[in-house]
């Protein structure tokens, strides 16, 4: 356990970042489920609403320094690949 005031300060701040990073992690997790159970379903327009609602959490995370910037291109790359296979 740390005895340096600054330090105790660190763990505690340290513990709300991870916790936020945590839920912004599972927010993507979830907006990517979702897109690819209307992709299973074969339901095109839900896809195409799900496929933007999860691109824009990906790049909101991002921006916040959560997940990297380039990770975010590829995983909305790969979504937008199944969402296009899709409408082949």
Known sequence: MANIKSAKKRIGVIEKKTAQNRVRKSQIKTAIRRFDEAVAA??????????????????????????????ADRKVSKLANKLNSMNA
């Open 42 to 71: 074969g339901n095109k327009d839900e896809a195409q609403a799900k496929f933007q609602a999860a691109q824009k959490r990906i790049y909101q995370v991002a921006s916040k320094g959560t997940i990297h910037k380039n990770a």
